[in-house]
């Protein structure tokens, strides 16, 4: 009991980790109907940054609470670049184009900021220590033998997604330009004819989500440290986000968990006898469960068609 | 002036609906392949056929197969690699457990074995549709990629998992050299696209782009989604299997699941897209493209560097590489969405009117 | 609107135009040249891993330049491909590189199991070796039916029967392995899973319990895996990864209080790049070497003189000295050694792949010379014959104490009782299977 119990703890946990990523993905989706594969590549180039850019502060023997803050407002600041090219260059040129030649059109952004981040800011592993505590920790050891081990870092970054997706919340319902965004969301042709400036609203969405990004690749990067994989994560959330909806953020937050929980579980108990290594697709035949009941996943907008 | 249609009257049906009405269409495609058939083996080095044509007839092929989902059914997959994988390894059983079998029959019938799976893999395409499906095809991706090296059966109980392709040989010959290969990979392209061609042209393929318009439409007028889904998928799944067969025999003679991972789903829905959605041309122009841009970056680079005074190192070739394949990409999308094979048809109006374009 | 179409049209020419320059690879060469290819990753997942090897191979050819103006007069040229560790690159690289120079490459060091399986198939045709020096197929070291592959110094196979000889030392006997459990913890793909019969048929033998825990690629995310050790509590833990996996796998076992001093890496998972992302939770980790440990022998000095300090070497400076750019430099030193040891036989010009391969076949390095190249300390003696394409079966175990890598273990030879009838068995139903007629090796000087 207790290691199920340890089991399905982590496996929420890492739940959440993967729902970080696929925040991004729905927030973009969300006000441009893009479908951002290049989420998982920004990121890489969001955490490459700002690990670059601390070391550099850190060599300058500038105090860690200063140098961290400047690494953050410049990765920032690059993640403002990518959104405002990502606007002006990609998606400006491609409006009103179909959904599939615009998920194109990311992913051959992916590839561009693969090469640039990579030859901008090195290919290495790069470790990343920005105060988050790493060490595990065993809760309710009284109850259960050995207790059930949890890792300090996935409470941390479980606290930062529920302070992200609260703030986004409140920012979405709260601001002016949150309001904005669910009118684009809502539909783009009505929204501007109210006088809504598209092209500023995709270009706020982007900065978002490269925010959303830098989040999580901090987060990923304490984790694993700074290096290419962190590119391959977008794969990972892919199943989080058909799960919960193109659409939801909160979808994307249970979804995580789900779909965290459930790959966690199978792998663990199915696995051996199946031979292992199964919780990769798992994770996807979860989530198309979950789709054939219900086609636009758990939290999605229905899609209402007319001939 | 040289290609005018002016004075080319049909007088039948037939003619008319000839998948080349015009005679200088006819010739072009005829020198072409008599070009690829005939003049090629005499001039093409092992490399050519080794890095370049191989690989481009062989992808072509897959693309082709992709294409009718996508293009023609409207139905997105991005787990079309492990369909190639599907095709490689039955092609591999095949040959290792019906020992009498000729190895080109194995790849035939591989394009079976990975329809199958294919129409299994489809059903969800009923009730799942757009980013929703090609998310979820991706199941089929890594579960393909799971069994390749999980059951041990598929691959014969090898230790490490990697196979190797049988020799290849017709009525006691060896056809393992590279223009063997070559040709051999050729036929089966041409005429499998050939097929492909006069099934959209057909019935099924009016079905698959009436789905693709509009589901429910299709629906109300008769057209049962169903079949011509499954279809769609069964066809689709069959040339690539054949693909991956061939990919597997005739250019990497050992390979291991990796090299039908997710990436090869990518690349060939690169080709889709690049070429023309829609278009059994375009599938092979993308290839050609994507085959071939990798390389001349690779070898273009560090000499146009060189030329300005730079050494460049292989890591900044391969971060330009890929970064100038991103951007490729987006201009083209940006240029012209419908592909290369649109691009292709306009320059075919434009040299009709050439040189009196008003 | 037209003009962007002309320059589509433009653009679609010059993309047909593009065949006539991917079709056709370099050929202009000077006569008195060694052509040596490199496939290296400097991108990508395994790029922290591939950019020290490359390093340490490309500045030892290069040093041999500086120093020596090549072997025995005739220089040395490098290129390197990138592969991106994918095998259908790699298969790229070698058809664009096989040919190059006025003798065509001299060998080919892979870096990849799935790339060095692929080439396996084409370089019996092309007459090249394939140095894969402590990868590849483990029974290619059975030289009568693998005439073209050199699993130098080490195969998977030996570092299994090394890993299990040092842990049962450590446990005081091989009859303490009884009842004990040991987990093979791999990446999931024909690198991670060739040590597994090895390590079936030793489980076999002394008596110890065997779990089999896939990591599928990368193995960026190991948390189950982990979980399951967590519950199964083995006694051991054998990690057999690579790139990002290592260091994912060492910082889980951090994370569940896995003691890393039980953990024991192959020579793949025992470098600075897996440790050093992990942090302290790395502190007490083990791993097999290939040989050598990191550090600088007098090799370095000639390295650093001829090529880092004329700014000549990508190497970053700590680089230098780590234990991959070091198993970059003894990769390249065997190669050259092969070549000057053909040369030996066939003359000081620039040899092909026959001859580099009899060169490789009648490689004698006695410890005499390992000093006067600079080697002492790095490698033992190795010899090859051409029956035994491995030469050296031997290796020790190193331990990170959070800083560097520190050697704690004598020389562990391989048990050949155990790893020979495996060798046989495998390289004969290979053999069978392709319709090899095994070479009479008695019958070659």
């Known amino acids: 009991m207790g290691f199920f119990l340890e089991v399905l703890i982590g496996g929420l946990l890492a739940g959440v980790l993967y729902s970080l990523v696929a925040l991004g993905f729905v927030l973009i989706f969300k006000a ?18 700002l690990v670059r850019a601390l070391d550099v502060f850190e060599q300058w023997h500038w105090p860690f609470a200063v140098a961290l803050l400047s690494a953050f407002v410049f990765a920032a600041v690059i993640m403002a670049i990518i959104a405002w090219a990502a606007e002006r260059l990609v998606l400006r040129k491609l409006v009103n184009q179909e959904g599939i030649i615009l998920f194109m059109a990311t992913i051959g952004v992916t590839f561009f900021l693969e090469g640039l981040s990579q030859s901008l800011f090195g290919a290495d592993v790069y470790p990343l220590n920005v105060g988050l505590p790493k060490d595990p920790v065993f809760l309710l050891e009284s109850l259960f033998d050995g207790g059930i081990l949890v890792n300090e870092l996935d409470i941390w970054a479980a606290v930062i997604a529920g302070l992200l997706v609260a703030g986004l919340a409140l920012f979405f319902q709260r601001t002016r330009i949150g309001r904005a965004l669910r009118a684009v969301a809502d ?15 995709w270009f706020i969405v982007w900065l978002v989500a490269g925010l959303v990004a830098l989040v999580a690749g901090t987060v990923w990067g304490s984790k694993l440290g700074v290096q290419f994989s962190l590119s391959l994560l977008a794969l990972k959330a892919l199943p989080v986000l058909i799960l919960g909806g193109f659409t939801s953020v909160p979808g994307a937050i249970i979804g995580g968990l789900i779909i965290g929980a459930g790959e966690k579980l199978a792998e663990v108990f199915l696995g051996p006898s199946m031979g292992g290594g199964i919780e990769i697709w798992f994770a996807y035949v979860l989530a198309l469960l979950f789709l054939l009941v219900r086609p636009q996943g758990l939290f999605g907008e229905r899609i209402i068609e007319r001939v | 002036m040289i290609y005018r249609e002016a004075g080319q009257y049909k007088a039948s049906y037939q003619a008319d609906q000839a998948i080349f009405p015009i005679a200088q269409d006819r010739l072009a495609m005829l020198a072409l392949l008599v070009i690829a058939f005939l003049v090629v083996p005499f001039v093409a080095s092992e490399y050519v056929y080794r890095a370049v044509l191989i690989p481009t007839v062989i992808l072509s092929l897959a693309a082709i197969g992709l294409n009718v989902l996508m293009g023609y059914c409207g139905q997105v997959s991005l787990g079309s690699g492990a369909f190639m994988g599907i095709g490689a390894y039955a092609a591999y059983n095949l040959a290792i457990r019906l020992p009498f079998l000729n190895p080109f029959v194995c790849i035939l019938l591989s394009g079976f074995v990975a329809a199958a799976v294919g ?14 499906l090609a998310c979820a095809t991706l199941a089929a991706q890594f579960f393909g990629d799971w069994a390749f090296l999980r059951v041990r059966w598929i691959t014969n109980d090898t230790p490490s998992g990697s196979v190797n392709a049988p020799p290849l040989q017709l009525f006691g010959w060896d056809l393992s050299s590279p223009t063997a290969n070559y040709l051999v990979a050729l036929c089966f392209t041409v005429v499998l696209a050939l097929g492909v061609k006069n099934i959209v042209r057909g019935h099924i393929g009016r079905q698959w782009m009436a789905i693709r318009d509009m589901d429910i439409a299709a629906e109300i007028i008769g057209v049962r989604p169903m079949y011509a889904k499954l279809s769609a998928f069964a066809v689709s799944s069959f040339l690539i299997g054949v693909a991956g067969a061939m990919w597997a025999f005739l250019y990497l003679g050992s390979w291991e699941p990796a090299a039908f991972d997710i990436g090869r789903s990518f690349t060939l829905m690169f080709m889709v897209i690049i070429g023309g959605l829609g278009s059994i041309l375009g599938s092979a122009l993308g290839a050609i493209f994507i085959v071939l841009l990798p390389i001349f970056l690779n070898q273009a680079l560090p000499p146009l560097g060189a030329a300005v005074g730079w050494q460049i190192s292989t890591a900044t070739v391969s971060h330009f590489e890929s970064m100038i394949f991103g951007a490729l990409i987006v201009f083209f999308l940006v240029v012209e969405p419908r592909g290369l094979a649109r691009l292709w048809s306009i320059g075919k109006e434009k040299l009709r009117l050439w040189p009196f374009p008003h | 609107m037209r003009t962007r179409k002309a320059a589509l049209l433009g653009a679609a020419l010059a993309s047909a135009g593009m065949l006539a320059i991917a079709g056709a690879p370099g050929t202009a060469q000077a006569q008195n040249e060694q052509f040596i290819p490199s496939l290296v ?8 891993n591939g950019i020290p090897f490359a390093d340490g191979a490309a500045d030892y050819i290069n040093m041999l330049n500086a120093r020596d103006g090549g072997i025995n007069g005739v220089k040395l040229v490098l290129e390197e491909c990138e592969t991106g560790y994918a095998t259908d690159r790699g298969v790229e690289c070698y058809e664009r590189l096989k040919g190059k120079g006025p003798t065509g490459a001299a060998y080919f060091s892979p870096l990849s199991t799935g ?4 080439l396996t198939e084409k370089a019996p045709g092309d007459k090249i070796p394939l140095i894969t020096m402590g990868y590849g197929r483990a029974d290619s070291r059975d030289g009568e039916i693998f005439t073209w592959n050199f699993p130098l110094l080490g195969t998977y196979w030996t570092a299994a029967n090394v890993a299990i000889q040092y842990i049962a030392k ?3 006997g091989f009859d303490k392995l009884k009842g004990k459990k040991i987990a093979l913890l791999y990446h999931d793909s024909p690198y991670g899973k060739e040590p597994i019969a090895a390590l079936e048929v030793m489980s076999k033998k002394y008596g110890f319990d065997f779990l089999q825990i896939p990591v599928p690629a990368p193995g960026s995310e190991q948390k189950s895996q982990w979980l399951q050790i967590r519950q199964q509590r083995p006694d051991y833990v054998l990690l057999w990864g690579w790139g990002v996996m290592n260091s994912a796998a060492v910082t889980e076992a951090g994370n569940v209080n896995y003691p890393r001093d039980h953990m024991l890496g192959v020579w793949w998972s025992g470098a600075e790049p897996d440790v050093l992302p992990a942090g302290d939770k790395a502190k007490g980790y083990k791993a097999l070497m290939l040989q050598h440990p990191a550090g600088k022998f007098a090799v370095h000095k000639d390295l650093e003189k001829y090529v880092v300090s004329q700014g000549k070497s990508m190497a970053k400076a700590e680089e230098v000295g780590q234990v991959l750019y070091n198993r970059g430099v003894i990769n390249s030193m065997l190669g050259t050694e092969s070549i000057r040891t053909a040369m030996a036989k066939f003359g000081n010009k620039p040899m092909t792949g026959e001859q580099v391969r009899w060169g490789i076949e009648h490689l004698n390095l006695t410890a005499d010379r390992i000093k006067q190249l600079g080697f002492e300390g790095m490698i033992g003696p190795i010899k090859l014959s051409c029956v035994d394409h491995e030469g050296t079966r031997l290796s020790r175990v190193h331990q990170w104490d959070g800083k560097e890598w520190k050697v704690i273990s004598d020389w562990f030879t391989g048990d050949d009782s155990i790893l020979e009838p495996l060798v046989k068995a495998t390289a004969e139903a290979y053999g069978k299977e392709k319709k090899i007629t095994p070479r009479d090796c008695t019958k070659e000087s």
């Open chain 1, 32 to 49: 441009s109907g893009v479908f951002n594969f290049a989420q998982g590549a920004m990121v890489l180039t969001a955490a490459l940054a």
């Open chain 1, 187 to 201: 539909d783009h042709a009505a929204a501007q004819s109210v006088g809504i400036p598209l092209n500023q609203i």
């Open chain 2, 119 to 132: 129409i299994v893999f489809g059903i969800p395409s009923l009730r799942i549709k757009g980013f929703y």
């Open chain 3, 41 to 48: 990753y400097r991108t990508g997942a395994y790029a922290p």
């Open chain 3, 115 to 118: 790339i060095t399986f692929a």
């Open chain 3, 170 to 172: 450590e446990w005081g």
